[in-house]
């Protein structure tokens, strides 16, 4: 039906049309009757009458329709051409070639340039491109801002003869405005924590001691209220903060110069004062703020404090980090670590030892030292290794020649087929996910204790059921001899495992001149108890003569930035290169005016960084602005996709993006 009477004015019409040939189809067979039936004249004349009156009658209808059409029309044209011309709401209709073809007056004080027709849009607003979006069905709004006010911009496509696009600017302002308010009005939380408080009234009179709390807490107090910060001591060296996201942003504007005026604090102390702040940026819920929090406080500390870190989703913002972690003369930990560990060994049914890609000494070490706790508490234990590297090369042909250790190295694949339900993995000088020998590992056992030194990284592995890392202890190696120490009041160890565990606290502090403290000195007299021998463990770092060559011409061709930078590269296909590069970096601190010293390694894919440091410069936090991470002396980075050239700008960027900063103040 809709087919038949589309083009047609009425239905109206087709009925009086249907009727006028049902007459005349009446009149017809009345005018063949007409000469055999008289009364044939009658009804003729009838069908005459009526097939007159629906002619006329369908005139005058069809007449009335059209002017009610034309009406409609008119009408339309002028809604048309005046809904929009004095809307509020901007629009303009402009060519698929970006010509304006029509505006209305609201366009057009929303423009900085006079507008007119004809005018290519890109002259007026020059964040419209046509060609991006002609070619689309359905063109996904716009946001752009335009003489201080932002508006969601929609496009309307029109085809006919020619595509045309109406523009329909919506003013978003005060939407936008509001909700910053809101997201700038949600609470937050974050933690606070003195970090060697115990270390700091310890080193000084006990008369003292009251004031220097009374003023650390007026420092902090009176730091935070300026920011309208509420804060309040939860314990005696810990704080709880609540505010904005407002405040939180005026105390990112000033990098946290808190922790600048805490290590300024003296009061016949001989260690600076430091704190640890953890921020949770979450305005989704106050418990997610405060979980993100927790996690970027344990973060901070597990870095060795003296920083502030903000956690936004799975995004971390560090300011500080400043001054060297503080050695702690308590043991407390150590010893509840150690018994904790315990409990594990006796439960787990065997242990899988493991470390970090590119294995080294102090990680081989500690791995030997996990081997002998688990010895001491009966259980079986293996370290799972692909290969030897050739930093161990020594230490590894000497344990393979030894009897007792036939078994002691399994690959992954092997590791595998054996674990259980009461398998423990340990892993010792890693805790980042990544980093590890075989990551994909960590879902595999249910039980997992990590050791490490490293200041703790974001990419940690958080679901360990032991986790001890301590970024003040010179090496793993002295953290494993610790915990030896707790496990057994007869604690014997083999001259290889002594040896191993002296190689790696040796090693990591370049032969007691690095972050050497009294406990590392007891570690190493505890192993020299036990039967470590000096002579054999230098014995494991003799090079030969290739090597010894390749590292001499690095240190030749070194060149100095700044004056007191060192940067050498290191021939990527010398044998073991990323070992010699880390001895370059080592040597090039003993050059007078040398602060710190950077040697780059080209790979296959990347571009490996090893960097030292003396006292004031921090290389840890140049390296992780280059993706890295280590310690403040002692740090390392990996560039992938890059030339050496290319390496070489990026490390010099983020040496001066560090300056700028101010870390090296």
Known sequence: MKKLFGNHSSYAIWILRLSQLLMIIGIILQSVRLFHVPHAIVSLSIFVMLLAITVVAERRINNFIKAQISQCVEELTTIKDTMFANSQIPVAIIEEAGEIMWFNKTFSDICEEE??????????????????????????????????????????????????????????????????????????????????????????????????????????????????????????????????????????????????????????????????????????????SKEDARIAFDLAQGRGGDQAIIKHHDKYTFYGGKTKEVEKSARVKVRIKAYAFKELLHEADKVFIMGHKGIDMDCLGAAMGVYRASALMGKKAQIILREPTFAIKALYDRIIESKEYEDLFITPEEA????????????????????????????????????????????????????????????????????????????????????ALLAGITIDTKNFMSKAGVRTFEAAAFLRRNGADSTRVRMLFQDDMEIYKVRATAIKEAEIWDGNLAIADVNGAAPHANIIAAQVADELLNIKGIEASFVLTPQEEYI?????????????????????????GIAGAQIKDVSLQEARILLQDAITKYNEEGESK
């Open 115 to 288: 507008v007119t027709i004809g005018l290519d849009i890109k002259g007026v607003i020059p964040d419209i491109k046509v060609n991006e979006f002609s070619g689309l069905e359905n063109i996904p709004p716009m946001m752009m801002e335009l003489k201080n006010k932002k508006f969601d911009l929609n496009i309307e496509k029109i085809d006919g003869e020619k595509t045309r696009f109406v523009l329909y600017f919506l003013d978003t302002t005060e939407n936008e405005f509001l909700k910053k308010q809101i997201s700038d009005q949600r609470c937050m939380m974050g933690y606070l924590c003195i970090d060697n408080i115990d270390e700091i009234t310890h080193s000084i009179e006990e008369v003292r001691r009251p004031m220097l709390l009374a003023i650390i807490d007026r420092k902090i107090n009176l730091w935070f209220k300026e920011r309208e910060v509420v804060i309040a001591r939860i314990e005696r060296d810990k704080y709880i903060m609540i505010f904005n996201r407002k405040e939180l942003e005026k105390m990112e504007q000033t990098k946290f110069d808190l922790l600048d005026e805490m290590r300024h604090i003296q009061v016949g102390n001989e260690l600076p004062v430091t704190i640890s702040i953890g921020i949770g940026n979450n305005i989704k819920s106050l418990t997610g």
């Open 416 to 499: 595998e087929k054996e674990i259980k339900k009461d398998t423990l993995l340990v892993i010792v000088d890693v805790h980042r996910k990544s980093y590890i020998e075989c990551p994909e590992f960590l879902d595999k056992f249910e039980k997992v204790v990590v050791f490490d030194h490293h200041r703790r990284s974001t990419d940690f592995i958080e679901d360990a059921v032991l986790t001890y890392v301590e970024p003040f202890i010179s090496s793993t190696c002295e953290m494993i001899s610790e915990i030896l120490n707790y496990l057994s009041d007869k604690i014997k160890l083999t001259p290889i495992e002594a040896d």
């Open 608 to 632: 490996i960084i090893s960097a030292r440091a003396l006292n004031k410069v921090n290389v840890q936090r140049i390296m992780e602005l280059l993706g890295g991470g280590g310690h403040l």
